[in-house]
């Protein structure tokens, strides 16, 4: 079992910066692929960055690329989510979520475990 609790989240001007963390339980945390997804009202939830369980391997959505980050410490048990040149768009609860394998997933129904989300809000 994992439980997931994400922090960071906040109010931001566009351009800016916000770091989020998750924060993860479990011994087996260093053994799974790791993923930040977030959902803007009205919208599906989508997964914006992925990282495998050594933090080896990451991919990332278009929308995101070259502007976000994701990362790991295993020994904090512990993935990140940095954030720059924030836009409107990226408005949205972040959710961080848990897969049970240790190889990148990009299928949102393959992630096990899910946090209760932080919100992000980007103001223009």
């Known amino acids: 079992q994992v439980q997931l609790v994400e922090s960071g989240g906040g109010l931001v001007q566009a351009g800016g910066s916000l770091r989020l963390s998750c924060a993860a339980s479990?011994?087996?945390?260093?053994?799974?692929?790791m993923g930040w997804f977030r959902q803007a009202p009205g919208k599906e939830r989508e997964l914006v960055a992925a990282i495998s369980w050594s933090g080896a391997s990451t991919s990332y959505s278009d929308s995101v690329k070259g502007r976000f980050t994701i990362s790991r410490d295993n020994a904090k048990n512990t993935v990140y989510l940095q954030m720059n040149s924030l836009k409107p768009e990226d408005t949205a609860v972040y959710y961080c979520a848990a897969t049970s394998v240790a190889y990148i997933v990009i299928i949102t129904s393959q992630y096990r475990y899910w946090g209760q989300g932080t919100q992000v809000t980007v103001a223009s």
């Open positions: 479990g011994r087996t945390f260093s053994s799974y692929a």
